[in-house]
Structures are given as structure tokens and as C-alpha cells.
């Protein structure tokens, strides 16, 4: 079973549309970190947004914010008032600290393929 | 103050060489990864490092070595190159883990084709 899943391979909208992208995580933890990441078609990966597990507020940044909810295991992503500049590839990713013994390093879920079409 | 740089850029192998890639940050982390990217499957880890002289395995480390002699460095290297590693090659650092929340900052990738 995945650990980190993004049930959306590609999604794609009309500029100034909003969008949600989803992200289901699995862990046995009750300390842990989910990440969100965008990869522009340049191919870099860019930091989005970090959030503890303890820590159950959204959080918006801009057209961006965030919904973590615990109680469904998801950690969702909303782009409002989309703009082209925002067609990339965001993974959603988790740190367990605890069950992999110690182990670090992220799991990353496969990607979901945002295209916004002007 | 270049961040994460990766070396090279691109390369294609033959079936069986060997080769190694750098990845060197400036940033003075302690912690030093290396993942690969495949179409559809997003980034797997394959090695990491908690700190100079340390190395450890992660999800996929099987036909990879690694070293971090130095700080700052972190190689990867392949000794016998097959087909299945034909992949995206992304080195990350962080300043005291992911363990610990702190986010990763990535390099450009390298792209390595093996025939």
C-alpha cells in the first residue's frame, strides 16, 4: 500500500479557475511531517509548504492554501484564481521519524500534473 | 551562495561502466540525500547521510554506493550500470532532518540515460 497517495495523475483547468489537489497519507505515527513540493517544468523542485502533525490549522499563502485534516488522513492543496505560471507537477511527501526506526528522508507520493490552460 | 549543485548535468552509460555523481552544497547541512525520478513514480529515496562520515540506505539502494567524506559532498556512485537506472537523479540537503520536520533543498537533477 502507498504511503503517500495522489489519486489525481493529471488535472487540467481554464486559467483563474480554482483547483484542489489531493493527498491521502498512511502512517502509523503520531509525530510526523507532510510536505507539499511544485516542480516547474524546468524541472527543480520548489518548497511549498511544511506541516506537523500536531498542527491542524490551514494555512494560506496567496492564492495558495492548505487543508490538513487528520481525521481523514489528508493534507489538500487549493490553488484559487489559477494562473499558467502554476502548470507543474506537485508532490505531496511525509517524514515518519518513529516508524522507520529513525530512518530519515522523505516519501513522496507520485505526483499529480497540473495544466492551466489560458 | 549556489545552494545544492550537482555534477554532471547529463550523461549517457553503457551497460556495465560505472560512473560517480557529485552533489556538493554550501549551505553547511548536516543531513545529504540522494533520490531518483522515474516516469510516474515520483522520488524514491535511494541513499542518505546524517552527517560527515555517516551513510545509510533508503527505499531503493540496490546496485548504488555512496560516500560523504567530506562535509559539504555527498557522491553516488554506480559500478556497473544497467539498464533500470535509467532515471532523474536529485541530491537534497537539510539542515537537521526531515526527522525533525525541516524541508529539503533540492538540486537540479541529473539525467542519466544507460543503453
Known amino acids: 500500500a502507498q504511503k503517500v497517495t495522489q489519486a489525481q495523475t493529471e488535472i487540467s483547468v481554464v486559467e483563474k479557475e480554482d483547483v484542489t489537489l489531493d493527498c491521502v497519507y498512511e502512517t502509523r505515527d503520531t509525530t510526523y511531517y507532510l510536505f507539499w513540493y511544485k516542480q516547474p517544468p524546468s524541472g527543480e523542485l520548489v518548497f511549498l509548504i511544511r506541516r506537523n502533525s500536531f498542527d491542524e490549522q490551514n494555512e494560506i499563502s496567496g492564492r495558495y492554501s492548505w487543508n490538513f485534516q487528520k481525521s481523514t488522513s489528508s493534507f489538500n492543496f487549493t490553488i484559487t484564481a489559477s494562473q499558467v505560471v502554476d502548470s507543474a507537477v506537485y508532490f505531496c511527501a511525509l517524514s515518519e521519524p518513529y516508524s522507520g526506526g529513525g530512518a530519515d528522508g522523505l516519501t513522496f507520493g507520485k505526483g499529480t500534473h497540473l495544466i492551466i490552460q489560458p | 551562495n549556489a545552494g545544492v549543485t550537482q555534477t554532471p548535468k547529463f550523461r549517457v552509460l553503457k551497460t556495465g561502466q560505472s560512473m560517480t555523481l557529485l552533489c556538493a552544497q554550501d549551505m553547511n547541512h548536516e543531513y545529504m540525500y540522494w533520490y531518483r525520478q522515474d516516469p510516474g513514480m515520483g522520488l524514491r529515496l535511494i541513499h542518505y547521510?546524517?552527517?560527515?562520515?555517516?551513510?545509510a540506505k533508503g527505499e531503493v539502494p540496490d546496485g548504488y554506493n555512496v560516500s560523504r567524506l567530506k562535509k559539504q559532498n555527498f557522491l553516488l556512485g554506480l559500478e556497473s550500470a544497467a539498464p533500470s537506472q535509467t532515471s532523474v537523479y536529485f541530491c537534497?540537503?537539510?539542515?537537521?532532518?526531515?526527522?525533525?520536520?525541516?524541508?529539503?533543498?533540492f538540486g537540479p537533477g541529473t539525467r542519466l540515460t544507460v543503453t
Open positions: 537534497a540537503s537539510s539542515y537537521s532532518g526531515t526527522s525533525a520536520g525541516e524541508e529539503q533543498y
Open positions: 547521510s546524517v552527517g560527515e562520515g555517516t551513510t
